[in-house]
């Protein structure tokens, strides 16, 4: 049966691989687990699963909300100097540990007729987390669970990243391309994945393959780039007393009418489009007319053009509600209402292509571990790389979890070694590995 299943997808792998790919690609077969190297890093980890345990609590029980990153990422700073990398903070905040390749120049050598030199391999968790400062991140345990938000998104992630690196140290591994171990700053919410846009623009020229570890589990390859637009929505006006001035126009009010307008409209199935109203504010006391309201709402969407339609919906419905308040106020002489709507983040959409090495390496290490995984669409910081046509996936970095994004957040590290023995093998089958120890 698992025959079968190799001979599938051997099969069904593209021949154009081996030739535009020949060093990284004929390595990320079961010849990479030949190399006792290789062995020996897949061993470290195993071995070594109570210290990245350790250090995934203790990482999450640094907060780290976007934007504040820093106290996290002196820590994996840290971490990785103990294991022996130059390590560096970029002026973003991400933290970079570098190792360099036996002849990155020579594998880059394919694309040379492009006039580009792709010879570096990144590898990247990000730091920030959606909680804002002054939540609890204490890890509390109950039965086989770790709990606290952040532990699996993206404790999981950081986790992993300083373990592979560390693997690789341990086993003297020196790869064909450049090494890059990145943990980033701002990929939740509105840090808009500032990190790795900085990283792009900073490497992006030299970079033939991103793989971003975000959060547990090993059952999923992101491999397209979900596009989604941030919106806020802010409606001023005079405000006054709720006796004496009613019948002002009410910014509360109109921002009400127009999400309720939003609201109403059709989004089709597929291409999959959503919407989310997730933050509105505004007023000062319940005996006050407001002079200001704001809402925040999230846009997503499979297809550029839905996005698009959407975002003019918005601004278009709350445009309207606004008419609809000063139409309807009782006193229109007393005060208007100004509105404006921004947009606060964009994230471009993009796929990986289908005969990309990079997911070529993915599958066979998946076979190899015995790890059938599906491919999927996704929000990530795989987005930027993907936008810009980088080959790039986001991957779980093993154990399970769930309720990210809330207080109730946890994680399981069981089976975790699947998913660390995964990052490293993508990581190397991407990069090469070359004769060798490095010292
Ligand atoms: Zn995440």
Redesign the pocket.
């Given at each position: 049966m698992k025959r079968a299943i190799l001979w599938v997808i051997l099969l069904t792998m593209p021949a154009r691989t081996i030739s535009t790919y020949a060093a990284p690609s004929a390595q990320a077969s079961t010849g990479l687990t030949e190399d006792s190297r290789v062995r020996i890093a897949l061993d470290w980890l195993k071995k070594n699963l109570p210290s990245t345990n350790e250090t995934q609590i203790r990482l999450t029980e640094i907060p780290a909300p976007s934007f504040q990153e820093a106290a996290r990422a002196a820590a994996v700073k840290a971490l990785f100097e103990q294991a022996g990398f130059h390590a560096e903070i970029d002026q973003t905040g991400n933290v970079i540990a570098k190792l360099a390749g036996a002849s990155p120049s020579a594998n880059a050598g394919n694309n040379k007729t492009n006039g580009d030199h792709r010879d570096t391999v990144m590898l990247s968790a990000?730091l920030d987390t959606v909680f804002p400062a002054g939540t609890e991140v204490k890890v509390h345990r109950e039965n086989d669970r770790w709990l606290a938000p952040g532990i699996s998104?993206?404790g999981t992630?950081l986790a992993a990243l300083v373990a592979v690196a560390r693997a690789v140290q341990a086993a003297h591994l020196k790869p064909q391309l450049n090494l890059l171990f990145v943990a980033n700053v701002g990929?939740?919410g509105e840090g808009n994945l500032r990190g790795m846009r900085a990283l792009i623009d900073a490497y992006g020229a030299h970079l033939r393959a991103v793989i971003v570890l975000?959060?547990s589990s090993t059952d999923h390859v992101t491999t397209k780039a979900l596009a989604s637009r941030r919106m806020e929505a802010v409606i001023t006006g005079p405000g006054g007393h709720s006796w004496s001035d009613f019948g002002m126009p009410n910014p509360i009010n109109a921002l009400v009418r127009g999400s309720v307008r939003f609201i109403a409209t059709k989004v089709p199935a597929s291409p999959r489009t959503t919407f989310n109203l997730g933050q509105i504010e505004g007023g000062t006391s319940i005996n006050s007319i407001p002079y200001e309201a704001r809402l925040k709402v999230d846009i997503r969407s499979e297809s550029e053009q839905e996005l698009a339609r959407l975002e003019s919906v918005l601004r278009e419905c709350i445009a309207a509600g606004v008419r609809d308040e000063m139409d309807n106020s009782r006193d229109r002489t007393r005060g208007k209402l100004e509105f404006k709507v921004e947009l606060l983040g964009s994230r471009p959409g993009g796929e990986l292509r289908a005969d990309s090495p990079l997911l070529a390496a993915l599958r066979l290490d998946d076979e190899y571990l015995g790890n059938p995984s599906r491919p999927e669409r996704s929000s990530?910081d795989a987005n930027i790389p993907l936008s810009l046509g980088i080959d790039a996936i986001s991957i779980g970095a093993g154990g399970n979890g769930g309720g990210?994004h809330s207080l109730q957040e946890w994680y399981d590290p069981a089976g975790r070694e699947i998913g660390l023995q995964r990052a490293l093998l993508t990581l190397l089958g991407a990069s090469g590995i070359a004769e060798g120890a490095a010292r």
């Open positions: 990000h998104d993206n992630g990929e939740e975000d959060g990530t990210a």
